[in-house]
């Protein structure tokens, strides 16, 4: 009886171990852990790896962009790490995983000075020095070329090399810039971006000969894949 009770306990121990990350953080970038139901229906994407201790349809969810009542546009992370106001209801997760408004217009002021391309700046060698970062590691919301970034901190740090400032979401930064239509007019440096559900998701550099240089995933990290590996949606030149 003894040692039935012990098993008992050490069971119900390990269960609450399983489900104890469950609203929490991912075990890296600014996500939270939560069934990939619920961060589909707030509008989040998910990523697997990233909740390892939880079930399998516990996933990391990330929800880059949301929009506070007052119109101000912010990014959903723990109210512990927002410098600005938070405010409820806009995000998938717990009490304490809200949306995060801060410096907005500063944020949009900068954005304005992609909107013209720069004719300046040779695109191969802005691929030259992408390409010097592969097989470095993936981070969401990270901002470390070395250390590790996501699709949109790769390219905005990339360009910023250049003297280029772009937005620091992918959704923003492919309302930039000139159009390209499709990849047979696309040049080195452009970049290609991609959709799910009509909803822009995720964004490359394209090196030429139809190939892109990204941050792909926590798996991959940066990475040259096939531009078509998936299939583009925009294409946008800052120079």
């Known amino acids: 009886m003894h040692?039935?009770?012990?098993?008992?306990?050490?069971?119900?121990?390990?269960t609450q171990a399983v489900l104890g990350k469950v609203n929490g953080?991912?075990?890296?970038?600014?996500?939270?852990?939560?069934?990939?139901?619920?961060?589909?229906?707030?509008?989040?994407?998910?990523?697997?790896?990233?909740?390892?201790?939880?079930?399998?349809?516990?996933?990391?969810?990330?929800?880059?962009?949301c929009v506070a009542p007052n119109g101000k546009v912010g990014s959903c992370m723990f109210t512990s790490a927002c410098k600005g106001t938070t405010y409820s209801n806009l995000c998938p997760g717990g009490s304490d995983f809200k949306c995060c408004v801060t410096n907005a217009t500063t944020t949009k002021a900068k954005a304005k000075t992609t909107t013209k391309a720069n004719t300046s700046i040779n695109g191969n060698k802005i691929v030259s020095y992408a390409k010097q970062f592969i097989g470095n590691p993936y981070v969401y919301g990270g901002n470390s070329l070395t250390k590790g970034c996501d699709c949109s901190g790769f390219t905005k740090l990339i360009f910023a090399k250049f003297g280029?400032?772009?937005?620091?979401?992918?959704?923003?930064?492919?309302?930039?810039?000139?159009?390209?239509?499709?990849?047979?007019?696309?040049?080195?440096?452009?970049?290609?971006?991609y959709c799910s559900n009509g909803s822009v998701n995720h964004v490359a550099i394209y090196e030429g000969n139809n190939r892109i240089v990204h941050a792909a995933n926590s798996k991959d990290g940066i990475k040259e894949s096939n531009?078509?590996?998936?299939?583009?949606?925009?294409?946008?030149?800052?120079?």
């Open 25 to 65: 953080k991912c075990s890296s970038g600014n996500g939270v852990c939560v069934s990939t139901s619920s961060c589909t229906k707030a509008g989040g994407t998910y990523v697997n790896g990233l909740c390892p201790s939880d079930p399998s349809n516990i996933k990391c969810c990330n929800k880059s962009k």
């Open 227 to 239: 531009a078509n590996y998936q299939t583009p949606c925009k294409i946008r030149r800052f120079i």
């Open 3 to 14: 040692l039935n009770i012990k098993l008992l306990f050490l069971t119900l121990i390990a």
């Open 164 to 193: 280029i400032t772009l937005p620091r979401q992918s959704s923003d930064q492919a309302t930039k810039g000139k159009s390209v239509s499709g990849l047979s007019n696309a040049k080195p440096a452009d970049l290609i971006f």
